[in-house]
C-alpha cells in the first residue's frame, strides 16, 4: 500500500513538472532589443528619409503615388544643428526640430517653404501630419513618427550613394536671369559633363576642360578646388555653371538623374547619367 501511495505521489509530481515545462515552452519569447541612448537615437536621425507609409485617416485611403504623383515627400536631418528640410510632395519645407526626452519630437512648427502651386497633389496632407508628430522610433533603417502612441508616418533611409565611377551629362541649370533660353541655347557646342574618380572628378564646362576635388557623405556634397582650362568659347554660359557648382551642398538621385542642390534646397543643378 505504501508502495503505490509513493508511486502516484510521484506520477503526479512529474505530472505537474511536465505541465509547467510545456506551459513555459508555450509563453511568447520577446526578442532582446538593442538599448540605443538618447543620445544615439537623435544621431540616427542624421540624413535623408523618404515617405513610405501614411495613415489612412490622413490619406483618405489614397495610395501614396495617387497623393504625390510628381515626387515623394522626403525629410533631411542636420543633427549637429538640429535642422530639418526636404520637400512635402510640392514644396520645399524647412526649419528647426525640437527633442523632448528619449523619444519626443516636434516637427513642422514654424517651418519656411517655397509657394508653388500644385495640381493634384496632397502637400498639405504630409504637412498636416507633420505639426501631429509628437514621438518618434528608428528600426531598421526605417523612422517612424507617431501621433501618441499611434504610427502615423513611416520614412525608409537613402542609403549612402557611391558616386566614384559614374560620369554624367548636365540636363538642367538655374538659370540667373528669366530669359526662355534652352540648355542648348546656354550650351551650344556641347552640354557640360561630370565624372567622379576616387580622387576627385573630371569633365567640361561645355567649353573648357575641368577637374577639381570633392567630398560627399550620404546626401551632402562640396566641390572644391576646381581647375578649367582657358579655352574662349562664344555664347557659352560657363561661369554660370561654375557659380552653381560653388553653391551646392546637397546631392541625391532622383528618377535616375543626379540633383544637385543648395543649402535651402533650391536645385541648382541636374545631370544625366551617360
Keep these: 500500500m505504501k508502495k503505490r501511495i509513493l508511486l502516484l ?40 528619409w523618404k515617405l513610405t507609409f501614411l495613415d ?9 503615388k495617387e497623393m504625390f504623383p510628381g515626387k515623394t515627400p522626403e525629410l533631411r536631418f542636420d543633427t549637429t544643428k538640429n535642422f530639418a528640410s526636404g520637400n512635402n510632395g510640392c514644396n520645399n519645407i524647412f526649419g528647426p526640430y525640437f527633442l523632448k ?16 502651386a500644385c495640381h493634384g497633389v496632397d502637400d498639405y496632407a504630409f504637412s498636416n501630419a507633420l505639426n501631429s508628430v509628437s514621438k518618434f522610433d528608428i528600426q531598421n533603417n526605417k523612422l ?3 501621433m501618441g502612441d499611434v504610427v502615423i508616418m513611416t520614412l525608409t533611409k537613402d542609403q549612402d550613394i557611391k558616386l566614384d565611377g559614374t560620369k554624367w551629362e548636365l540636363s538642367y541649370i538655374q538659370p540667373l536671369d528669366r530669359s526662355m533660353k534652352t540648355i542648348q541655347d546656354r550650351f551650344p557646342h556641347q552640354l557640360p559633363s561630370i565624372e567622379f574618380n576616387q580622387n576627385g572628378f573630371t569633365g567640361n564646362t561645355g567649353c573648357n576642360s575641368m577637374s577639381g576635388e570633392y567630398t560627399g557623405t550620404i546626401d551632402a556634397i562640396k566641390f572644391d578646388k576646381i581647375a578649367t582650362t582657358r579655352m574662349f568659347c562664344e555664347g557659352v554660359e560657363e561661369n554660370l555653371l561654375m557659380s552653381n557648382m ?6 541625391k538621385i532622383e528618377n535616375g538623374e543626379l540633383v544637385l542642390s543648395s543649402k535651402d534646397d533650391m536645385v541648382l543643378l541636374k545631370f544625366k547619367k551617360k
Design 9 to 48: 505521489t510521484t506520477l503526479a509530481a512529474v505530472s505537474f513538472a511536465s505541465c509547467d515545462a510545456l506551459k513555459s515552452t508555450n509563453k511568447e519569447i520577446k526578442p532582446k532589443t538593442e538599448k540605443v541612448t538618447e543620445t544615439e537615437l537623435s544621431n540616427k536621425l542624421q540624413g535623408t
Design 246 to 251: 560653388d553653391k551646392v551642398t546637397k546631392f
Design 144 to 146: 517612424h513618427l507617431l
Design 101 to 116: 526626452g528619449a523619444n519626443g519630437i516636434t516637427l513642422g512648427d514654424k517651418w519656411g517653404s517655397t509657394m508653388m
Design 56 to 64: 489612412t485617416t490622413l490619406s483618405g485611403g489614397k495610395e501614396l
